[in-house]
């Protein structure tokens, strides 16, 4: 029989990077088993992204969510102890940088296990941010690095993981390219009445700018100055912070911000594909911004993307928001727009070459 592969996700972004890599699993014909820590759970924010993008349901859900980094990264390790051992698979693939990778890394690796880390590599040097935490700890322990692009696979080099180092490209890119062929963007821009290159797509979730007043006051002083519209797809998380601070009345005033309910990845692609320009704290965005050709105005101070920064891409939102609101019309009043773009983030078979070393590293040695 062939090999057991099991796959281990939690949020958004990581049902997308699990896509194309789950795709390439059942075409080769490997037993693929895919566990859900149940971090995102609301249905447009999990079950839409495996029914848009033909993702087997997950064979298990453990339904944990919430509570402190501790408490659920210790519950999730709990639950996923018994459920590999049950399933006992030959290969166990995480991906990115939330607890669910960190929780499942520490299990699989004491089960001994070989452990694939897919968007392996980027640091932003910033021990305060919670995902570099997550993801240093789970570059440190798994066999097989995956990284997006070449910064990546240098950090790891300069860590000494060089041996277990592997640049595949960005599964992300794979998604993005072959999504975009299915999107009827001209409808979906009707339904929210944008115009194609009339307005700024907008994403905010992370914690540095969600727990605290400071940093949220800071982006709505910022959305209240610009006189372009905006469309904002919101994190429940954000949606929780600005109610329990009192600014969410605040925000609904500003006329030129369209808050929506988070969309679906077919939306979501057509809405970055025809925006003039992204505001965002997200790390998957700013890549797919760079996909799209389109720029990023990035909201939080860590440089996790830096070919993207060193080419122009990707600018850091400033304290000052005059500046900001400058880069915004200068983005508007030119043609910054570019479909020469290199290839940071390979070719857009990424999934395909992290099976075939997959292959050539654990089941052709027959370790498995
Ligand atoms: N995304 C989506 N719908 C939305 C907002 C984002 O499909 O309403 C996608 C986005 O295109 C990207 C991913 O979700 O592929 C990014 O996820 P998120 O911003 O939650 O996490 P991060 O990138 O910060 O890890």
């Not at 390790?77 to 995480?94: A, F, G, T």
């Not at 429940?236 to 009192?246: C, D, E, M, S, V």
């Not at 500003?254 to 970055?272: D, H, Q």
């Not at 292959?359 to 027959?366: D, I, T």
């Amino acid at each position: 029989m062939k090999n057991c592969i099991m796959q281990i996700v939690g949020n958004r972004p990581q049902f997308i990077k699990l896509a194309p890599v789950s795709k390439e699993i059942r075409r080769r014909g490997y037993q693929e088993i895919i566990i859900h820590s149940g971090q995102h759970f609301d249905e447009n924010m999990s079950n839409i992204f495996f029914e848009e993008l033909g993702i087997p349901f997950p064979d298990k859900n453990l339904h944990i969510s919430g509570g402190s980094h501790a408490e659920m990264t210790a519950r999730m390790m709990i639950d996923l102890e018994k459920i590999v051992l049950i399933y006992k698979p030959d290969i166990v693939i995480i991906y990115g940088d939330t607890n669910t990778t960190l929780a499942a890394a520490l299990v699989v690796k004491k089960i001994n296990i070989p452990l694939v880390h897919i968007e392996a590599g980027p640091r932003t040097g910033n021990q305060q941010n919670p995902e570099e935490i997550n993801r240093v700890i789970v570059d440190r322990i798994s066999e097989l690095l995956c990284t997006p692009d070449r910064s990546s696979y240098h950090n790891l080099m300069q860590e000494g993981l060089k041996e277990r180092a592997f640049f595949s490209g960005d599964v992300m890119y794979d998604v993005f390219i072959q999504s975009r062929k299915r999107v009827d963007a001209h409808s979906i821009l009707m339904d929210y009445s944008l115009e194609k290159k009339g307005y700024i797509l907008m994403t905010w979730h992370r914690q540095e700018n969600t727990s605290s007043r400071e940093a949220m006051v800071h982006i709505i002083e910022l959305l209240e100055q610009i006189d372009v519209p905006i469309v904002c797809p919101l994190h429940p998380r954000t949606k929780n912070a600005l109610l329990k601070l009192g600014l969410w009345e605040r925000v609904e005033l500003i006329s030129n911000l369209k808050l929506i309910a988070p969309v679906g990845y077919f939306e979501m692609i057509a809405l970055t594909s025809n925006c003039r320009m992204t505001l965002t704290d997200s790390g998957g965005l700013s890549k797919e911004s760079f996909f799209a050709g389109v720029m990023c105005l990035f909201m939080i101070d860590l440089h996790v993307w830096p070919e993207l920064e060193d080419n122009g891409w990707l600018f850091h939102m400033k304290e000052n928001n005059t500046v900001n609101l400058d880069f915004i019309r200068n983005v508007f009043n030119n043609d910054t727009q570019s479909n020469v773009r290199p290839d940071f983030y390979g070719k857009g078979n990424a999934a395909e070459l992290i099976v075939n070393e997959i292959e050539k590293r654990f089941l052709m040695k027959g370790c498995c």
